[in-house]
């Protein structure tokens, strides 16, 4: 079955420190791939967003993530940590074959400790 | 550019009772999305509309869950009777028809089903 998996359910960084926070998928063909970030009490925003071409991609607030395809992973990172990315982050999938629908993983609670 | 739009933010209901959410998306975007994210989960679409009609509804529990878009514009989503394991974020999404395009998220409405 087509899956999102983050397997990290909290992550505790340092401030200054740098991130990645993990997601694989299973889909037959490459799907578009997707970071959304949800602060308490808020909706999801989105970070960033994979379709081709460059494998590297760059989004708001300082994060990118990478595409690599032999593992079926896009993973997020940033070089430093602010207090201010505490929340929770989210890696979602969309494919034609099956309806355009985002399918999104169970999420990842980023905590900055200072 | 004005947000997606919900409301209320927080309902609780006694089990067997009604409830509804109302959401406005963002102008032009002619698709519209209910997920429901229970704790711990990411989002799970229960319905997408495009303009007025049913893309998808494969997930939403038809038994009590009813959604409508009329004229193509504001959206309700209702639960009669609800249940203990209704208790979740509704979240409403919007974006403009296409592969890919991205989602813009509203604040959710809380719901507490006692």
């Known amino acids: 079955a087509q899956s999102v998996t983050q397997p990290d359910i909290h992550i505790t960084v340092s401030e200054g420190a740098s991130l990645e926070l993990r997601c694989n998928y299973s889909y037959g063909a490459t799907p578009y791939l997707f970071w959304y970030v949800q602060s308490p009490g808020q909706g999801l925003q989105l970070l960033l967003k994979y379709f081709s071409g460059d494998t590297l991609v760059q989004g708001i607030k300082g994060f990118e993530a990478e595409f690599k395809r032999s593992q079926s992973s896009f993973n997020l990172r940033k070089p430093s940590v602010h207090w201010s990315d505490a929340a929770e982050y989210f890696c979602?999938?969309?494919?034609?074959?099956?309806?355009?629908?985002?399918?999104f993983g169970a999420g990842t609670i980023l905590r900055v400790k200072s | 550019e004005a947000g997606v739009a919900q409301s209320p933010r927080y309902k609780i209901i006694e089990k067997r009772q009604s409830v509804a959410f109302w959401c406005n998306p963002i102008?032009?975007?002619?698709?519209l999305y209910w997920y429901q994210q229970i704790l711990g989960q990411g989002p799970k679409l229960l319905i997408q509309f495009q303009n007025n009609g049913v893309v998808d509804d494969s997930q939403l529990p038809k038994d009590r869950f009813s959604a409508e878009r009329l004229k193509g514009v504001d959206s309700t989503l209702k639960i009669q009777p609800a249940k203990l394991e209704d208790s979740a974020v509704y979240l409403c999404?919007?974006?403009?028809?296409?592969?890919?395009?991205?989602?813009?998220f509203g604040p959710g409405t809380r719901l507490l089903v006692l």
């Open positions: 979602a999938v969309e494919h034609m074959e099956y309806g355009n629908k985002l399918v």
């Open positions: 102008s032009g975007h002619a698709t």
């Open positions: 999404a919007s974006s403009l028809i296409g592969v890919g395009e991205t989602q813009y």
